[in-house]
Every structure is written in structure tokens, then in C-alpha cells.
């Protein structure tokens, strides 16, 4: 069976950071893109980061790009993603979702929340 | 970046009836169109990708369709647990867009 489950989220200042993480399992994690989403609070989702299975194609959305860093680590089957720099407008649920077009399976979410 | 729009917002349906769902994109993006279903509280699920192929296990009552910017989402015989939000997504292009989201809600 297929899990994504994300962790690392909590209350942060704006201008801080976070690292998340995002556990799989049930699939050969290396042969398999990785996408962050987010979602903000009643709001719609919203693509965030993209990162090829061997890490060698890497995209971001405009609205992180310089403050995001997305990475994985194929031996222990787990995606990450270094926010820098933090704002109010980063406060959202994020999912990691799996593959590089249709996203077919997603985590549970983990929640951010950027707030003095 | 590729603007989706998703129409209407909020679409009230009566429990057994259809639900028709547009999205439409601001360029050409071939048939590279997904449809995911949102319960409250939950992750969204796939439901349609490849704009018409259903995503495993999903009901033959889901039907996709279209090409190039415009997009249709048909759900036959609504049940309760169709009464939530749906996405369009665009993975022609990067990045990748999603649109505002449908609220299909009980007439």
C-alpha cells in the first residue's frame, strides 16, 4: 500500500524557517517525482515545488522560488522541503504528492502557520 | 503560467442528479488535464487524469472530458460523498496550475 506522510509543520515568526519531511513507503521511492502543494486556509490548492527521482530536475512556483529548498533523500525514502524567509502568506496545510503530471497519491498534510 | 478557471463556483445539485464541472485554460494544454475530488479535512484525490482516464477505483459515474483549453467533469447519480470542492490541474506547462475549485452542494 501506498503511504506519504508529511511532518515538521508548526508555528513559526515570520522570517523564520521550517524543514519538512515526508515519509513513503509502499513504492520504490527512487524511480518516482515528488511534488510539494499547498493549501491555505479555505483557500485553493497551490502547486509549490517539483523534484525529479534523481533529484536532477528541480522546478519551484515564483511565489518561493529563492526561499524554498526541495530535496530527497532516496535511501531513506523521504522528501524535504527548507523554508527560509518565511511569510504570513506561507501560512497553509502542505501535501507531498507523488509523480511528475497527475499527482496519484498524497500525504495527509502538515500544517504551517507564520504569525508573530 | 497557465490560468485555469474553474466554472460555476458553487453548482447546487439534487441528490441522484448529474453535475457538470468546466475548467477552462488560458493556452492550449492538450488533453494534460487531472480532476481531483476534495473532501473537508482530508487530502485531495485523483480522480481523472489524461483529461478522460479514470484514476483506479474511481466510479464509471466520473466522466472527463475535452481538449485544448476546455475541460468537462460529468458526475452521474450524485451521492453524499460527491457533495464536496473539485480541482482542474494543467501539467502541460511549469508550472503547474490548479484552478480555484468547484463547491458542488446539495439543492
Known amino acids: 500500500e501506498v503511504q506519504l506522510g508529511e511532518s515538521g509543520g508548526g508555528l513559526v515568526q515570520p522570517g523564520g524557517s521550517l524543514r519538512l519531511s515526508c515519509a513513503v513507503s509502499?513504492?520504490?521511492?527512487?524511480?518516482?517525482?515528488m511534488n510539494w502543494v499547498r493549501q491555505a486556509p479555505g483557500k485553493g490548492l497551490e502547486w509549490v515545488s517539483y523534484i525529479s527521482g534523481s533529484s536532477s530536475t528541480i522546478y519551484y512556483s515564483d511565489s518561493v522560488k529563492g526561499r524554498f529548498t526541495i530535496s530527497r533523500d532516496n535511501a531513506k525514502n523521504s522528501l524535504y522541503l527548507q523554508m527560509n524567509s518565511l511569510r504570513d502568506e506561507d501560512t497553509a496545510v502542505y501535501y507531498c504528492?507523488?509523480?511528475?503530471?497527475?499527482?496519484?497519491?498524497w500525504g495527509q498534510g502538515t500544517l504551517v502557520t507564520v504569525s508573530s | 503560467e497557465i490560468v485555469m478557471t474553474q466554472s460555476p463556483a458553487t453548482l447546487s445539485v439534487s441528490p441522484g442528479e448529474s453535475a457538470t464541472l468546466s475548467c477552462r485554460a488560458s493556452q492550449s494544454i492538450s488533453t494534460n488535464l487531472a480532476w481531483y475530488r476534495q473532501k473537508p479535512g482530508q487530502a485531495p484525490r485523483l480522480l481523472i487524469y489524461d483529461s478522460f482516464t479514470r484514476a483506479t477505483g474511481v466510479p464509471a459515474r466520473f466522466r472527463g472530458s475535452g481538449s485544448g483549453t476546455e475541460f468537462t467533469l460529468t458526475i452521474s447519480s450524485l451521492q453524499s460523498e460527491d457533495f464536496v470542492v473539485y480541482y482542474c490541474q494543467q501539467y502541460n506547462n511549469w508550472p503547474r496550475t490548479f484552478g480555484q475549485g468547484t463547491k458542488v452542494e446539495i439543492k
Open positions: 504528492a507523488r509523480d511528475a503530471y497527475s499527482l496519484t497519491y
Open positions: 509502499g513504492f520504490t521511492f527512487s524511480t518516482y517525482s
